[in-house]
């Protein structure tokens, strides 16, 4: 078994940003707290989706979801839960509740420390996925055990 980390080629630009995260955990940056405990801290997103659009961000520094503890990991999807259920009480437009986690530039992720988007969704807020053709066939199970086996593969557990 190979042990590899995140690979940086796709994620050089996440090294080279500045981690405004670091400056708004020290209190150097505007922010608007929601939530703050000794592992995350809860702010409201400076460019929402919809009003009420929050990020549940730990406080120990990591690129990717991979490089934090699994208790760390754990608590930022309670705690992300926890304001998904605060939303839904508030009178914000809130039909739904989309809970987005971008791992790698790839994947969309534009801040070199790992974080939780938590955000209030209505029928009408323009917002949506945009889905290759391909999802739309299914693949021959051979491809989806071969990609099985390279997973189990290479598979660890810290216990």
Request: proline content about 8%.
């Amino acid at each position: 078994m190979v042990d590899r980390k995140p690979p940086l080629a796709s994620d050089g630009a996440l090294v080279a940003v500045p981690n405004v995260f670091a400056e708004i955990l020290t209190g150097r940056a505007e922010v608007s707290f929601v939530y703050r405990d000794d592992q995350v801290a809860v702010v409201m997103d400076i460019q929402p989706l919809n009003p009420g659009h929050a990020l549940v961000i730990p406080l120990k520094p990591a690129r990717f979801l991979c490089e934090l503890d699994n208790e760390t990991a754990a608590h930022m999807f309670v705690i992300g839960k926890r304001i998904a259920e605060a939303i839904r009480r508030t009178t914000l437009d809130c039909e739904g509740v989309h809970f987005f986690l971008a791992d790698g530039a790839a994947a969309g992720q534009e801040i070199p420390h790992v974080h939780l988007h938590v955000v209030p969704r209505h029928n009408k807020d323009g917002f949506g996925l945009n889905l290759p053709d391909r999802y739309f066939k299914l693949p021959p199970r051979s491809e989806l055990e071969a990609a099985a086996q390279k997973i189990k593969a290479a598979l660890k557990w810290d216990v």
